[in-house]
């Protein structure tokens, strides 16, 4: 039977003093809502009082409790040379309605004495005064001992002291805070081994790491090996400078690597899902190179590598990505193989022979474009249409006859304002349609002319969103005459898609990578075809 271990969620707190990350009450209610579904069993909501936002975040959830995880309230303790019971602070937390509250306190000595002005008994008083007042108010007490790693550096015998106060008023545990990020795996361990035997016998031990040395996933297993019961994390690693330790990460190694029983099986499977859920609610890009629940965690690229995967996953995966809801994807680019083409056709529905010609034939285009600017890897769209060419398989649903675009630019030389009018002539089924559309830009003019040219025949066309353009200068050292990538991100109701254009006119570039979104947009769903 695997051994239990509490993930602790501090998103909505911690994870929220990333730098430019900001959350309505809404987004709050949102991601709380998320990681209920996904399991987690205790989800730290913020400090009510601290700010009108979190009042009313966990007012709300009073009016409608989560179904299954404990929603925590946060708060420091007592402040110095007043009772528990008379600091308006505590009231507040009382106010929350939380079954739960995490406290944290002083641990190193340096705090206590320069930051809180006050003695080291008075700093034990306070945290033995809070937990037992919070205990006496029916509350639970998880302590976070604040510095604790630092604090036990420099001045042991205290920062022991510290919680055994905590422990000896009633905590239910106690969490070894990593606040500064600096400690290492190798001290983890030790200390927290030392924790263990200082403390009485089933004292519950939590880890709080931060990632200011790039080990709190580390530190945080490191802490699980030795004894600890409880992991507070966030999800994607956010938090204040280099972030927190990784739930994405800590999870999935924990319970499929290690054995431990982190999450239900089945909601494990929602790991990557809830990963881009709150990268979305928070406005923030996703790491696509995120272990595990990055886009690319499961990406192959190398022609070799794809060809060990397609015979034995095993090769080059360390673990099944569908077992936290990941995938694996297939690159291409001028590195692929073979193997690569023929993988990709699968993933389009399209069961392509290697003895096809077709085959050899799609792979040599593939590098002779790729060695002109265009990257296949980022605009999937774009190489489908490609592959489907190349068969014969392509359905040219509409043909561009021409197209001229006018640009008027402000004459208000402080305004960056500017309009354009683009002109399409095309055909659809014979019939030559001529279309004319504004648009602030260019590229917008272009893709207006052409949906109001197009929305008549394919209604759908209506629905297209183009979610993002990029461009990228190729050879920067040809000045104006250099060729030009251009990246075009594309969104319906049900799918996502990339296309690209090269050339050296920019607005040539964009004008392929528009048409041919539009164009992959409007193909319907293709079962897999036997194609020798």
């Not at 009042?55 to 402040?79: G, M, Y």
């Not at 001229?404 to 683009?422: F, G, I, K, T």
Request: aromatic share 8%; proline share 4%.
């Amino acid at each position: 039977m695997a051994t239990p271990l509490w993930i602790y969620d501090t998103t909505l707190r911690d994870g929220t003093q990333r730098e430019g990350l900001s959350v309505s009450i809404e987004d709050k209610l949102r991601i709380a809502r998320q990681l209920d579904a996904l399991g987690v069993p205790f989800i730290e909501g913020g400090w009510p009082g601290a700010n009108p936002k979190d009042v009313q975040f966990f007012w709300q959830l009073q009016k409608e409790p989560l179904t299954n995880a404990e929603i925590v309230a946060f708060c420091s303790t007592r402040r110095p040379n007043i009772s528990a019971a008379t600091d308006p602070m505590l009231q507040a937390i009382l106010a929350a309605g939380t079954r739960w509250v995490t406290i944290f306190g002083k641990s190193w000595d340096l705090h206590v004495i320069e930051g809180l002005k006050t003695s080291l008994e008075e700093n034990l008083e306070m945290i033995r005064d809070t937990i037992a007042f919070l205990q006496l108010s029916g509350r639970k007490v998880i302590y976070d001992a604040e510095h604790w790693f630092d604090g036990y550096k420099q001045n042991k015998d205290y920062a022991l002291k510290t919680l055994l106060t905590a422990v000896t008023a009633g905590a239910q545990w106690v969490a070894l805070c990593d606040t500064n990020g600096g400690t290492l795996p190798h001290e983890i361990s030790l200390i927290v081994r030392d924790v263990k035997q200082f403390l009485p016998p089933n004292t519950q031990i939590g880890i709080h790491t931060h990632n200011d040395a790039d080990t709190a996933v580390a530190n945080a297993i490191a802490a699980v090996l030795e004894g600890a019961t409880m992991v507070q994390g966030t999800i994607n690693g956010y938090g204040e400078r280099c972030g927190n330790a990784n739930l994405c990460s800590v999870i999935p190694n924990l319970q499929l690597k290690l054995g431990y029983d982190c999450l239900p099986e089945d909601k494990l499977t929602q790991l990557t899902t809830a990963s881009r859920f709150i990268s979305e609610v928070v406005n923030l890009a996703p790491n696509e190179h995120a272990a595990f629940v990055g886009r690319s965690a499961f990406a192959h690229k190398g022609g070799i590598h794809v060809s060990a995967v397609e015979k034995n996953p095993l090769t080059y995966e360390h673990i099944e990505p569908e077992k936290i809801g990941n995938n694996r994807r297939i690159v291409i680019s001028e590195q692929a193989g073979l193997s690569n083409v023929l993988a990709k056709a699968r993933t389009f529905g399209i069961e392509l022979d290697k003895n096809n010609p077709a085959a050899r034939q799609i792979l040599r285009h593939l590098k002779e474009l790729e060695s002109q600017g265009y990257q296949f890897e980022a605009a999937e769209a774009s190489f489908e249409l490609l592959m489907r060419e190349a068969l014969g398989k392509r359905q040219h649903l509409f043909t561009i006859k021409g197209f001229q675009v006018h640009c008027d630019l402000s004459q208000d030389v402080d305004s960056c304002n500017s309009s354009a009018m683009a002109t399409v002539k095309l055909a659809v089924n014979g019939q030559d349609i001529l279309e004319a559309a504004e648009g602030n830009g260019p590229v917008a003019a272009l893709d207006a002319a052409l949906r109001k040219a197009l929305v008549n025949f394919y209604p759908q066309v209506a629905n297209f969103e183009l979610t993002d353009y990029k461009v990228r200068i190729l050879d920067e050292y040809s000045g104006t005459a250099a060729n030009t990538r251009v990246l075009v991100e594309w969104r319906s109701d049900f799918q996502r898609w990339t296309t690209v254009g090269v050339s050296t006119n920019i607005l040539n570039a964009s004008y392929q990578a528009v048409v041919e979104g539009l164009e992959y947009g409007l193909l319907p769903p293709v079962a897999v075809s036997e194609i020798h």
